[in-house]
């Protein structure tokens, strides 16, 4: 059954559009709640990010399952992968977070997390999917949910982060420039860092609701870049809006994505057989980890094709390129904290810089075209779409590939092209870009 609401990573859009308003994630509480109590559960915790809308969300979900009797524990602001761990510590039956994640903050949406800080499985979703479409109704009084807020969040989430820092000496003496996008990681990853004995930056830790990824973080990396260069440092890092992604620059100013992270992880840690990328990851790092003997499987788009493929594995190790990177011998889920805290740990004990240490790992060149449209219907059939990658692919040859894929968050069609020359790639992909706009838009 093709799920309505849901979509790769929880339910998102703009505020005010569609179900991210009040009304209606009143009633997803609600109906959420209906399904927890359907199978003997009833306590649910809540955190968000820093975005304005995030006070009214936090209110309606608040009220929706208090009105199907399951009790609500708030944590106000705190990373997405937060939110996962603690509704372990806490013994609660699921996990919620209000957050777009790297959206702006005119976004909003939910994720869920199992009693396990898992990602909720599709049969989940459809039930509570399913729940929605009843009538809604409240429990006697005496029978509603109560709520409390938890004051010692963030200091608990602190000292786990530390925790898994495995180097063999503490970050004393090292430099770092921290970003926090204005987001969720603005009063954590500070701390986490300095008490670890690194001397701390901090940009973007100013969130007024508003300014959450707003030319800052993970997705926009100048500022990051242009900081660490400024001050000397040996190395900045860059989270997301909710905390769950972590991009790195090294001294020189040069961005460290998520596929050169894990690459150093892969490479850095001892007996590691295989680990998952995706469709998106580069050409390079399959060639790098093959003259290494570690595997590499492709997952699709988001990261819970990647968990999956990593359970199903075995293994322990995934990432996108966009910076979501899964350590799963830590925690449960992507975290850019405890990510950045395991690549700071294999630079201490092979005693190298992040450039040193990430020249193991050449990119191909690489072009992604954003293109807006209307409908992204057909885009596996098209002849003319299927035509032009046929020809890409030709001039290309073994060493270069394309892909073409609609987004799952947003109603785009993304095109990418990768090869050994870039003024043939970038060709290549304005040659596609050209062909989906005018199928497409």
Avoid at 326 to 334: A, V
């Amino acid at each position: 059954m093709k799920k309505r609401y849901f979509g790769t990573d929880g339910i998102r859009n703009r505020v005010g559009q569609g179900m991210i308003r009040p009304d209606q994630i009143l009633k997803l509480g609600w109906a959420t709640g209906k399904v927890l109590k359907a199978r003997g559960e009833s306590k649910v915790m809540i955190g968000k990010d820093t975005r304005i809308s995030g006070y009214m969300f936090e209110s309606a979900l608040e009220a929706g399952f208090i009105s199907a009797g399951v009790d609500v524990m708030l944590l106000g602001p705190m990373p997405t992968p937060a939110i996962a761990y603690l509704t372990q510590t806490f013994h609660a039956d699921a996990g919620i977070v209000i957050s777009a994640s790297h959206n702006p903050h005119y976004d909003n949406g939910i994720k869920f997390f199992s009693s396990k800080g898992k990602k909720i499985s599709d049969e989940v979703e459809l039930e509570i999917e399913q729940a929605f479409e009843q009538e809604m109704d409240v429990v006697p009084s005496e029978l509603l949910g109560k709520a409390k807020r938890i004051e010692d969040a963030a200091g608990r989430y602190i000292e786990f982060c530390k925790s898994t820092y495995e180097g063999e000496r503490k970050l004393d003496g090292l430099n770092i420039v921290l970003d926090c996008s204005n987001g969720a990681t603005y009063h954590i990853a500070p701390s986490v860092f300095k008490e670890l004995g690194a001397k701390v930056t901090t940009i973007g830790d100013t969130p007024d609701g508003i300014n959450i990824n707003q030319g800052c973080g993970a997705t926009h990396m100048d500022a990051l870049c242009e900081a660490v260069v400024d001050q000397g440092a040996d190395l900045g890092i860059a989270f997301d809006g909710d905390g769950d992604r972590v991009m790195m620059v090294d001294h020189l100013g040069e961005v460290v994505d998520g596929d050169e992270i894990l690459f150093i992880l892969a490479t850095g840690r001892p007996a590691v057989q295989g680990v998952v990328g995706t469709v998106m990851s580069n050409l390079g790092l399959e060639v790098a980890l093959e003259r290494e003997g570690i595997a590499l499987k492709r997952a699709s788009v988001g990261d819970r094709y990647v968990m999956e493929q990593l359970v199903e594995s075995g293994w322990a190790l995934g990432a996108e390129p966009s910076g979501h990177v899964l350590c799963l011998d830590k925690t449960t889920t992507g975290d850019g904290i405890v990510a950045a805290l395991q690549v700071l740990s294999v630079l201490i004990n092979a005693d190298k810089t992040l450039n040193e240490i990430k020249k193991g790992m050449s990119k191909y060149p690489n072009v992604l075209k954003n293109v807006r449209v209307e409908s992204v219907v057909g885009l596996q059939t098209n002849q003319l779409i299927q035509q032009k990658i046929q020809e890409v692919e030709e001039k290309l040859g073994a060493d270069g590939r394309v892909l073409i894929r609609a987004s799952g968050t947003e109603p785009l069609i993304r095109v990418m092209v990768e090869g050994k020359g870039f003024e043939l790639v970038e060709s290549c992909a304005n040659q596609l870009a050209e062909a989906v706009e005018s199928e497409f838009s």
